[in-house]
């Protein structure tokens, strides 16, 4: 069975074809600059990389160019479009509407336009990209993945924010929580690795990239997550500020005279370590930088350790028991540094890291924790295309 993922973002599209029989990757590849000048659509089929580029106004053609290079007789991997038994597509928000992935109807894509308003950059991209997907293979399944269902299963007094009852009733103003397919699937591997029941495990995931975010997962689901109504809240992520004093908002308003777009600007895109550090929003420059004596870099370095620990923290209190503490996404797999600074001062709730271990590049997926650490500390490199084309298999051939 052969499956398709797409991962459209608000102005790029990120796919990747699956043959499931062995969950080998066929093909994947990036379009880039969806509606901007100088839009390119890269592909990699094993070890060879293929570029093309062309005017590409949305994400109808982008699909369709998807499609083409798939098929395309020198660099594609199957002859017919008809080979793609069907469709995942990641999509950001499903409120409560979403406690798992679904197929998807013209009612499913009703419930992903209503919560756009959660997620205005998101929702309408990953929509267009179903648009397109089932005008292109009519008749053949779409599945879509939610970021937000696989926290579905947090308990009321753990999603609710303290504002009156109705603004959650009536308006649907709520922690749901981000980054759900990653910690779902690094859920599942660590299971594999602890060799336990996974309704048996306590774990903190931490899925620390771009956007970051911390799950306690509780007997195999999610309990309390990090990110909040919105990817904006939690701990201090590239460019986002994560938790703040909301008064901060209003005082950005009422006395600087910002308005609502300025304050959204400020808070997702020039925020996190880089508003800090005023020079990069990557890790890897911040390290680079902070080792040669660049006091800010360091000190955003610093606050982001120190908020991503104070949730491990609290979620080892919250769970009662921690059978391990796991790191995935760019920064949590790449970044022995950067977890080196989190796991500082662990030891008071069980968890040792060995830091010759945690040094070491390969490979990527190791327990770093020492052996009498009680609590595991574990690196598991995060797949959600796979998890995603897991779940298509599983709708499409139900
Ligand atoms: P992601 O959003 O998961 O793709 O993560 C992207 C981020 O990972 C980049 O912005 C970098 O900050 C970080 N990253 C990638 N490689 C490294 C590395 N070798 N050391 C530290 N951070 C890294």
Redesign the pocket.
Known sequence: MKILVLNCGSSSLKYQLFDMDHEDVLAKGLVERIGIEGSRLKQEVGESEWETQTEIPDHKKAVALVFAALTDAEHGVIADMDEIDAIGHRVVHGGEAFTESTLIDTKVMAAIEKYAVFSPLHNPANLQGIVAAREALPGKPNVAVFDTAFHQTMPERNFLYALPYEYYKEHGIRRYGFHGTSHNFIAHRAAELLGKPLEELNIISCHL???SSVTAIKNGKSYLTSMGQTPLAGVPM?TRTGDIDPAVVLFLIQNLGMSAEEVDTLLNKKSGVYGISGKS????DL?EAAQAGDARSQLALDVFYSRVRETIGAYAVELGRVDAITFT???GE??PE?REGICEGLEIIGAKLDKEINNQRKPKEKKISTEDSKVAIWVIPTNEELMIARDTKRLAEA
């Open positions: 990239g771009n956007g590239g929003s990557d890790f890897r390290d996404g760019g920064i790449n970044g950067n």
